[in-house]
């Protein structure tokens, strides 16, 4: 009999859907706004880039994948989680190209934020403003974020399309050049930061790019390209310019608690809050917290799925303060097996109870005040800060040749941690451009240990482009030897976007 009822049942359904006229079934949602019903009002513009930062909570971005894909794949780190294929894709084994978390979420999220910036920047020119400069500063801001996301999908697949309106679910977007996506980048942030403001009036609006930031970026994506007279260009206005007096080096461990945050030295952070101890997602009160210290805290306290090289230990107590003591950055950037006996401290208030040969990052912990992480860290993510900026500037000069006027910004990085300047410290440096970078490269290391930079800069120096100096960085970080030149610089696209999009194709050597 309930057999019976089934068939009969499917039976009805199946007659009325094949009976159905196609615009019967094509309703509205009614709890739902059309695209028609919405782009009306400045209420509906701000909304829309509102939607925009919401991207940063998303679990394939900046709510936690992207520091596996920056941090852990870099030589500053790695992964011992007993999830195989988690750590197989920060160790370059990419087997299945469709993982969620090491490679289909990323992007998904990327593209996900690219849309709705193509949204706003669609639209929003459309609606009527009693003040244009308002319309001006969100069209700027969907370009920052758009340029944004590009940037980092060039520095990880590179090869991506280059999509600047908003899409359809039947488009076929065609496959983008490394060289496509740079210059939309450069496009968007060069617009952007003719329109933002050096700052902002009201502090309800902390978080939003200015127009140091944009010069920032722009510069890093300049300098990726080997533009080094345009990247000083776009550097000049923070360092040398107009936008000199917004910045300054804080104390150092300003930078990665929760409290102080939006200092001077933040040219762009990204906000993050513990208010809703909910799911990810889309919703209204969604987590708009960073998961990033429960999967790096050490075992016990956090999944602890990322960990930190233990040769980054060695390079801070390589050199001794002017004072004699042990490198201060060190005390939060890392935790070690003698971090207590050299600053008195105890991880997460506990002594130490690791291997004597592990460390992890301590940057954007939570140990100063609690004992334990959880999906919820409220502390916000200094995406590019000036310290940053002070050594992006010393590379520009020394690439251009002006490495003796190089010193002075890297000393003033090194001033606030007690260390010599460079030239005393190592005056077999000179004015040589090749001993200079080599060692600018420890230089980032020691300050920005941790912060997303290091893969960037492994692949501006050239140094995983040839065997031999690939060699070279695994001897740091054994991960290296399953790299391929050629081939694993680059992320590859997820198989499924390569299946249903004809015009797109695999990156060389997938």
């Excluded at 301590?362 to 050594?391: C, G, H, M, P």
Aim: hydrophobic content about 35%.
């Amino acid at each position: 009999m309930k057999r019976n009822i089934l068939k009969i049942t499917f039976l009805v359904v199946l007659c009325v859907a094949t009976s159905c006229k196609k615009s019967l079934l094509d309703q509205n949602n009614p709890n739902t706004l059309s695209l028609e019903a919405f782009w009306k009002t400045e209420n509906d513009a701000q909304k829309g880039l509102t939607a925009v930062y919401h991207m940063f909570y998303q679990p394939g971005g900046w709510g936690r994948w992207m520091y596996f894909r920056l941090d852990l794949t870099s030589d500053e780190g790695f992964s011992n989680s007993p999830w195989i294929e988690l750590g197989d894709w920060t160790r370059f084994q990419y087997i299945n190209y469709n993982f969620w978390e090491g490679n289909v979420n990323t992007y998904r999220d990327t593209y996900k934020a690219i849309f709705r910036c193509n949204q706003v920047l669609a639209n929003v020119p459309n609606i009527p403003f009693q003040d244009a400069s308002k319309k001006e500063q969100i069209l700027a801001q969907a370009k920052f974020l758009r340029a944004f996301y590009y940037y980092y999908a060039a520095i990880l697949w590179e090869n991506v399309p280059v999509i600047t309106t908003p899409q359809t679910p039947t488009d076929l977007p065609p496959a983008g050049t490394l060289a496509q996506v740079w210059a939309q980048v450069e496009k968007d942030l060069t617009e952007a930061a003719a329109a933002l403001p050096g700052q902002y009036a009201s502090a309800t609006d902390l978080g939003r790019p200015t127009k140091g930031a944009a010069q920032a970026l722009l510069a890093k994506a300049l300098m990726q390209q080997h533009k080094w007279t345009e990247a000083k260009t776009a550097l000049d206005y923070l360092v040398t310019g107009a936008g000199k007096a917004n910045y300054d080096l804080v104390d150092y461990k300003a930078n990665f608690r929760a409290d102080n945050e939006n200092n001077k030295e933040s040219v762009f952070e990204i906000q993050f809050s513990d208010a809703n101890k909910t799911a990810e997602g889309d919703g209204p009160n969604s987590s708009m917290g960073i998961s990033r210290p429960q999967f790096f805290a050490p075992r016990s306290i956090g999944w602890s799925d990322g960990q930190a090289r233990f040769w980054l230990v060695s390079a801070f107590k390589t050199e001794k303060t002017i004072d004699g003591g042990i490198d201060p950055r060190l005390r939060y950037t890392l935790f070690y097996p003698d971090l207590e006996k050299d600053f008195g401290d105890k991880t997460y208030g506990r002594s130490w109870q690791w291997n004597a040969d592990e460390c992890w990052f301590k940057k954007y912990s939570r140990d100063y005040y609690r004992t334990n992480e959880d999906y919820f860290s409220q502390v916000n993510n200094r995406v590019i800060r000036y310290a940053d900026v002070l050594l992006m500037y010393a590379e520009t000069l020394n690439e251009l040749g002006q490495t003796a006027d190089a010193y002075q910004y890297v000393n003033r990085v090194r001033a606030r941690s007690k260390m010599a300047e460079l030239a005393t410290a190592y005056p077999a440096i000179g004015t040589d451009k090749t001993l200079f970078r080599e060692r600018l490269k420890v230089e980032r290391a020691l300050e920005l240990c941790g912060e997303s930079v290091r893969w960037a800069d492994l692949k501006r120096w050239g140094d995983l482009d040839s065997q031999g100096a690939v060699d070279k960085v695994a001897a740091r970080d054994p991960d290296f030897k399953n790299f391929v030149v050629g081939k694993t610089i680059r992320l590859p696209l997820p198989q499924v976007e390569v299946q249903n999009n004809t015009n797109l194709k695999q990156n060389p050597g997938y």
